[in-house]
């Protein structure tokens, strides 16, 4: 193994490139091949909480990181009228209040709530209590043992802006870049690539290829024919449309996503504007119904015009097929209700090193990356069909997403949690138990009954506990800033020109 090619760039390609220069160090040649001409779809704008692990990686500077990319933070996600038009929930990250000997909080609530006498579940998460008052700070870590030293958060920016910060960091490390379009590629003998070629015939010969070129898979499906897992029966959305509109306040620390007659409307807070988008099915409205559903919904001026995405939900049969990875769109697409798609690009690339082969890759070793890649988008794949499953809408969409068959994997989870409200967490599957508990309840998914060792604890006891959480967190907000006065404070970016 000498050199690793990279075709692509934006947020996947540039990602990949800046891990790989750092943590490489120069031991192999890197190159990321990329043409101005072609654009990148740029509108995954949130993240979760993981994404700080690839920051550490990377040694990002976070305030430098949050200055040059218009960032802001984020709490959760904000879900309006996924269950029924006029309800709201926040799915915030972070821990849910906190165990009382070897149970979950949540059981506790569901005993009190039974009885009339729990408050808002909203109100046990200092991330969700945090996210409706529109207040944030980061954690502090000396205070470990209070709400304060348990806020999860993650970071909400501008896509094009982001990936621009990496290039700039992967070249400080040594990454190539190269301008030029693939015209077409060559395989050797036995069917491994082995070069590209651009329009103007130059070449470039590697060992190892990273697809990064978006939805063409120009490498993992145009040249190795991988195949493709088409997961539309489950989520039927194809479309999304994207457009800036001018920022307004408060300027809020978590996504908001609002269901529409036949998808879902996406709004995410940056310093400089607001980024919207609608995803939709075609089968359920026309494209242009779905644009001015879109424009009619902004809180801000429109500042262009949308950005036209189609897609198939699923994922390639092999991500990891003969010297090709595919990272990013490349790989399959999953719609970001949950913010999952620079996850799944920083889990990729991570996977691919802790496997990375020293020479030519052995079947096993490809397998390994296989299996784990497709756990941990099936895994994903059931959380986001839970929210559309859970509804109480009118509509054909809505009733198609309420009766359809479910991925035995979803089945199996919400068996279990309707039972006494259980949840486990399989491997290392991607959401927490946490997550799981906070979209089932926001979602009106409420269990029959609770863990039965609840009823060691008497009521008042039970109502004491509960008090004594949603007291600490009262507590703790009266000290926190407002979302706008901290941005301002930490990591004002500079006006866009």
């Known amino acids: 193994m000498r050199k690793i090619l990279i075709v692509g760039g934006g947020t996947a390609g540039w990602m990949t490139a800046a891990l790989f220069g750092k943590l490489f160090q120069g031991l192999y040649d890197i190159e990321l091949v990329e043409s101005e001409a072609i654009g990148t779809v740029g509108v995954g704008e949130a993240t979760i909480p993981a994404i700080k692990k690839y920051n550490e990686l990377v040694q ?89 030293g348990q806020i999860a958060h993650a970071f909400q920016f501008d896509a094009s802006l982001y990936a621009k910060y990496l290039r700039g960091l992967a070249e400080q490390h ?28 130059r070449k470039i010969e590697a060992d190892f290829f990273i697809d990064c070129s978006g939805f063409r898979g120009l490498l993992i ?74 424009l009619a919904n902004l809180d801000g001026e429109q500042l262009a015009d949308p950005n036209k995405l189609r897609f198939v939900t699923g994922k390639r049969r092999k991500m990891w097929n003969r010297n090709c990875v595919a990272i990013g769109l490349s790989a399959g697409f999953l719609e970001p209700i949950e913010s999952t798609s620079i996850h799944l690009i920083q889990a990729a690339a991570v996977r691919f090193i802790r496997l990375f082969p020293d020479g030519p890759a052995d079947q096993a070793t490809m397998d390994e990356f296989n299996r784990q890649s497709d756990f941990e988008w099936e895994r994903v794949r059931d959380f986001i069909i839970l929210h559309y499953w859970a509804n109480q809408r009118d509509g054909e969409f809505w009733k198609y997403c309420r009766t359809m068959e479910l991925p035995e994997t979803l089945r199996r989870k919400i068996d279990v949690w309707c039972q006494n409200g259980r949840i486990f967490r399989e491997n290392d599957e991607l959401f927490s138990e946490e997550s799981w508990i906070e979209v089932f309840l926001g979602q009106g998914v409420v269990p029959r009954s609770y863990d039965p060792l609840v009823g060691i604890k008497s009521d008042p006891q039970i109502e004491q506990f509960l008090g004594n959480i949603v007291a600490t967190i009262d507590r703790c907000l009266d000290v926190m800033p407002q979302h706008d006065e901290y941005v301002s404070k930490y990591c004002p970016a500079e006006p866009v020109k």
Not at 174 to 199: P, Y
Request: with cysteine; glycine share 8%.
């Open 221 to 294: 499906e145009q040249t190795l024919k991988t195949g493709y897992e088409d997961w539309t029966h489950w989520l039927p959305c194809d479309r999304a449309m994207a457009v800036p509109c001018t920022r307004v306040a408060p300027l809020t620390p978590y996504t908001r996503a609002t269901a529409r007659d036949a998808g879902w409307q996406w709004r995410i807070p940056l310093q400089h504007r607001t980024g919207n988008g609608h995803v939709y099915s075609s089968k359920y409205i026309d494209d242009d119904d779905a644009e001015k559903i879109l």
């Open 60 to 148: 990002l500077d976070e305030v430098e990181f949050m200055k040059r990319t218009q960032g802001t933070f984020k709490l959760g996600v904000q879900f309006v009228d996924w269950l029924r038009p006029g309800h709201s929930y926040i799915h915030g990250f972070g821990l849910i209040g906190q165990d009382w000997e070897w149970l979950r909080c949540h059981h506790y609530w569901l005993r009190a709530n039974q009885r009339g006498r729990a408050r808002d579940f909203a109100d046990y998460s200092i991330n969700t209590a945090a996210a409706l008052q529109n207040k944030f700070m980061h954690a502090r870590v000396e205070m470990a043992d209070s709400p304060i």
């Open 174 to 201: 040594g990454v190539k870049r190269t301008e030029g379009k693939i015209a077409t590629v060559q395989q050797h003998e036995n069917g491994d690539i082995a070069s590209v070629t651009l329009e103007g015939d």
